[in-house]
């Protein structure tokens, strides 16, 4: 299309000069005309060079932006990656020192543990020697098994630990239950049997097999003391089947030492 419309620019001048002299055509040398049109070939040739170096320039324009667009949405997808690779790094990072923070805490508490533990079992066997006279022989006994572990190269620090909570976790039981169990007893300097009654860490009495002597643990002065068999002998053997499951459950009617203000 655009060569043609060249094509009708150049020839229409003579055309014109063809139409206006028909009269003298005979005369007019046709090398002219001959000359004009090989001029206007040349024109149409050169305008389609053009055209074509037009039409390759502008493919070549059009796949380097394809090829620019390609590489533009490469780099954001890139960058859209990096961002999230460096957020996971930074939380990696986090980690890492929250890590090395409790391999410190760690080795600090390794180092304070056996003073620590040490002092806990000091504790709990004064605990129990200071304590209401009540299983002693089942108490000291667990307080040995547990400082046997402490003593031993072979038991692990946690396990030490362990035994040493489970001391404690028993002690601090017994204020939350009652119990009934026979002992032996030495009362007035003669060995007797008797049933013991313990009420967590408010009440402790005893009541022989016979019935006849009854009495309770004074902690404030250490010593087990008689109790008057007309006030307390019927109420105490009541509590004895009731704590031993003989009877149904009911108020049990104990001698409870009132406790004295912290000066």
């Known amino acids: 299309m655009n060569n043609r419309r060249l094509y009708y620019k150049v020839l229409a001048p003579f055309a014109s000069l063809i139409v206006a002299g028909a009269t003298q055509a005979a005369e007019v040398d046709t090398s002219i005309i001959d000359r004009a049109l090989n ?21 070549s ?25 460096r957020m996971q790094i930074a939380t990696q990072e986090q980690q890492i020192a929250t890590i090395q923070q409790s391999i ?31 299983q002693l022989e089942e108490r000291r006994a667990r307080l040995a098994f547990a400082r046997e572990a402490m003593n031993s190269p072979d038991v692990s620090t946690a396990e030490k630990f362990r035994q040493i909570l489970v001391v404690y976790q028993t002690e601090n039981n017994y204020g939350r239950t009652h119990e009934t169990y026979p002992t032996t007893l030495t009362i007035d300097g003669t060995e007797r049997d008797v049933d013991i009654l313990r009420v967590g860490r408010i009440a402790l009495v005893y009541q022989t097999k016979d019935r006849t ?5 004074d902690q404030q002065n250490r010593q087990w003391v008689p109790l008057d068999p007309g006030q307390y002998r019927t109420a105490i053997q009541r509590a004895i089947s009731v704590s031993s499951g003989l009877v149904s459950p009911a108020i049990m009617d104990l001698p409870i030492v009132a406790p004295e203000s912290v000066q």
């Open 104 to 134: 410190t805490d760690v080795a600090v508490v390794t180092q304070e543990m056996p003073l620590l533990m040490t002092k806990m079992l000091a504790s709990a066997e004064q605990f129990v020697e200071l304590d209401l006279p009540f």
């Open 61 to 85: 324009a059009s796949t380097a932006f394809e090829e620019f667009k390609l590489e533009n949405d490469n780099l954001e997808a890139m960058l859209v990656l990096n961002a999230g690779l």
């Open 213 to 217: 002597l009854t009495g309770m643990w």
């Open 39 to 59: 001029i206007i070939d040349q024109q149409n040739q050169a305008a389609v060079q053009s055209q074509e170096t037009i039409t390759r320039l502008s493919n």
